[in-house]
């Protein structure tokens, strides 16, 4: 199936085989539903055949129209005898001569009296049709009207009140045994109106029209072709539900495949978008629509005469090629969309989601820029509307004093005059305003334009600006502050290095040898603790000052958090172990991975896992666990404090700070903050948290997909 899901062929061959079983079920369940509903498999069939081809033979329709026809222009011929021309009835001879149609008729009067004929039957008198003891195979009968005595009438009536008047002006419109109504009204008067009508008057009669099949049909017409297909069906209607059955499952199973197979092709994987499929879905809709609409309406306008059976076969034959080019359009229609569902794009690759799309980037600019001028225009809409309101005030007090036109004159100029300075001032409390709001939010660095600015305003914003400068050389004071405090912590570690290396060394190099006593060796045990306790300090003070200041060199790579915890927990097992702690590690089952650089991360998973083993309390759990939270990597620490923290976790992140205030245990206060300055190096976050004795320590990083 894989394979054949790739190849052209075999998808022609499936469309191919699902048109041959869509017309074979069609065809036969058509057939078996006819058969069924006149009750042909209830008494075995042929019982029934005559009875059924009159109900449902079009070509015996259309037989019974020709010969209604026929008869209509017999009488209005006949009405003139003096005009008669035989020459237009020869094509109706022709066409129910028994060479030519097994169909021949009868018109019979109210009373049953016959009245006309056409065609010969089987029994035959004086060379005409017998029909008192003729024979046939089935009849089709329909009632029809004729209207003669046909005379036209022109009167003047005069009747009484506009109502009744109208009232039979609606009569004579209703009437059946008249046409052609018209009336003028002459006059209208206290007496009624008068008005002039015409109209014909005819008198009408009932017609029985009597169609008749041939017992022996001989003729090779398309009633014959019609009688033998049906007869095949009725003789063989066990065979057509079968064929009805397989035809819908070989359909059903045709379908399957190509809807399988859609957006597969050779050489690609997965699902594949040839150019059909880029064409827009709703373009495609309407492009698909209107040759199916076109095709049935020109089925509906087409007609032919079938009085042959090579009619009835073209007519059958132009709606099987319909039928045949709308299910192949409908077929590559359902592949294409299925192919663009699968692809997930059905709905975006149409004109409307398209216009839709721009409708709402469209409103949303409107949107944004309404917000903009809802920020921007609030002082000058205020200062415009108390401009306004002041003006509006001054115009009515004019208005009642009753002042000369030449003062309010010189009153509108006056006002327009002033407008100008006004809306400068607005303009220059606007740029005040804005250049206040940046300096609140820390941009140091704007400046407000002051070149267009006059006299308060002016010096206002000179003011503001030398206060920007200000704070500008202050925070510049303060960076270099801090760097030279880094530098000195730098410089300061360096210099101790040095001695502090030759101290470790001479300590070494007397530890093989032999002490005098064992108080020289308790001594010399004390100078080795102390002097690598002063070398770790001296290290972290350089490591702390090289991670606020981000001189480390970070390398950032997609690491697994779980790998990393377990490396840190086997280098870790046996301290923790040796300080009675229980490790419980709770990794996220998905492996997750972040961004980070390995031996910077490291050094924080280390920091707290030093701290861990320094504070925490013996005796107790020490948890570490990884989760997906929202996109985002966490990983905590959590353990029990050996001595109550009274301290908040701002200023456990503080340089020189640890929680333990009797500092009875080894450490430097830096560990913490080093983590933190690390983790943010990383592009990551650091948090701590203290409740009660319950230490926790969360750093969180971008979970990558």
């Known amino acids: 199936m894989k394979k054949l899901q790739n190849r052209l062929w075999a998808k022609l061959l499936a469309g191919f085989l699902l048109i041959v079983f869509a017309f074979s079920a069609l065809a036969a369940g058509l057939a078996g539903a006819m058969l069924a509903a006149s009750g042909v498999y209830d008494d075995g069939g042929t019982a029934k055949i005559d009875t059924l081809f009159a109900d449902i033979s079009p070509s015996l329709d259309a037989a019974m129209s020709d010969a209604l026809r026929y008869y209509r222009l017999y009488r209005s011929h006949s009405e003139t005898p003096d005009a008669y021309d035989p020459q237009w009835e020869e094509p109706y001879l022709h066409r129910f001569a028994p060479e030519n149609s097994n169909f021949y008729f009868a018109v019979y009067d109210a009373q049953g009296t016959l009245v006309f004929s056409g065609g010969a039957g089987e029994t035959l008198k004086n060379g005409k049709t017998d029909f008192a003891a003729s024979r046939y195979r089935c009849q089709q009968s329909t009632v029809f009207d004729v209207q003669t005595d046909r005379r036209a009438v022109s009167k003047r009536v005069i009747i009484e009140g506009d109502e009744n008047f109208w009232n039979y002006i609606n009569e004579q419109y209703l009437r059946e045994d008249t046409s052609g109504f018209r009336y003028e009204i002459v006059e ?12 014909d008057e005819f008198r009408i009669e009932l017609y029985t029209l009597v169609g008749y099949v041939r017992e022996n049909m001989t003729a090779d017409d398309s009633l014959r072709q019609e009688y033998q297909l049906l007869s095949w069906a009725v003789s063989h209607r066990v065979l057509l539900i079968v064929l009805a059955a397989l035809g819908v499952v070989g359909m059903l199973a045709m379908f399957v495949f190509l809807m399988y197979a859609a957006g597969h092709a050779a050489g690609y994987e997965g699902i594949h978008l040839n150019w059909f499929d880029r064409i827009p879905l709703d373009v495609l809709t309407l492009l698909y629509l209107l040759p199916l609409l076109f095709g049935v309406r020109l089925l509906n306008l087409i007609s032919f005469p079938s009085d042959t059976g090579s009619m009835l076969v073209l007519q059958a ?13 409908l077929l590559s229609y359902a592949s294409t969309l299925a192919s663009r569902i699968k692809a997930g794009t059905w709905y975006q690759n149409t004109v409307i989601w398209r216009v839709l799309t721009f409708l709402w980037r469209v409103l949303c600019r ?16 205020r200062s415009a509307l108390v401009w306004a309101g ?3 005030i001054e115009l009515i007090f004019i208005m009642i004093t009753g002042c000369t036109g030449s003062f309010f004159v010189w009153w509108l100029i006056g006002r327009v005059l002033l407008t100008a300075p006004l ?3 607005v303009i220059n409390m606007k740029k005040l305003r804005d250049g206040g709001e940046k300096l609140a939010s820390g941009a140091l660095t704007s400046q407000i334009d002051t070149s267009r ?7 206002h914003a000179e003011n503001l600006n030398s206060i920007a400068d200000g704070m500008q050389k202050a925070v510049e004071q303060q960076m270099r502050s801090e760097r030279l405090k880094t530098e000195l912590i730098t410089n300061v570690s360096h210099d101790i290095k040095t001695p502090l290396t030759s101290i470790v060394s001479y300590v070494d190099l007397l530890k093989k040898e032999k002490m005098p006593s064992d108080a020289a060796q308790q001594y010399l045990d004390v100078l080795d603790r102390q002097s690598a306790r002063l070398k770790k300090l001296t290290e972290d003070l350089v490591e702390a000052s090289k991670a606020s200041t981000g001189n480390l060199s970070c390398t950032l790579e997609p690491t697994d958090v779980n790998v990393l915890l377990g490396q840190v927990m086997g280098e870790y097992e046996g301290k923790l172990e040796a300080g009675q702690l229980e490790p419980i590690v709770l990794e996220d089952p998905s492996s997750p991975k972040i961004l980070a650089d390995g031996r910077l991360l490291w050094r924080v998973f280390d920091n707290l896992l030093s701290n861990i083993c320094k504070y925490a309390m013996p005796g107790t759990r020490v948890y570490l666990s990884s989760a997906v939270e929202n996109g985002k990597v966490v990983i905590c620490f959590k353990n029990i404090s050996r001595s109550a923290l009274n301290i908040s976790a701002d200023e456990l992140m503080e340089r020189f700070v640890r929680g333990d205030s009797s500092r009875n245990t080894e450490g430097s206060g ?7 300055s690390l983790t943010s190096l990383q592009q990551g976050t650091f948090a701590l948290s203290v409740d009660g004795d319950l230490f926790k320590a969360s750093v969180t990083f971008d979970a990558l997909s």
């Open 366 to 381: 409107l949107g944004r820029t309404v917000r903009y001028l809802c920020r921007n225009l609030p002082l000058y809409w």
């Open 423 to 425: 809306i400068l001032a």
């Open 670 to 676: 830096l560990g913490l903050s080093i983590a933190q």
């Open 453 to 459: 600015m006059f006299w308060e305003f002016k010096r």
């Open 390 to 392: 002041l003006c509006f």
């Open 188 to 199: 209208e008067t206290e007496r009624g109106i008068t008005a002039d009508v015409s109209y």
């Open 317 to 329: 034959a132009l709606v099987a090629a319909y039928l045949i080019c709308g299910l192949s359009l």
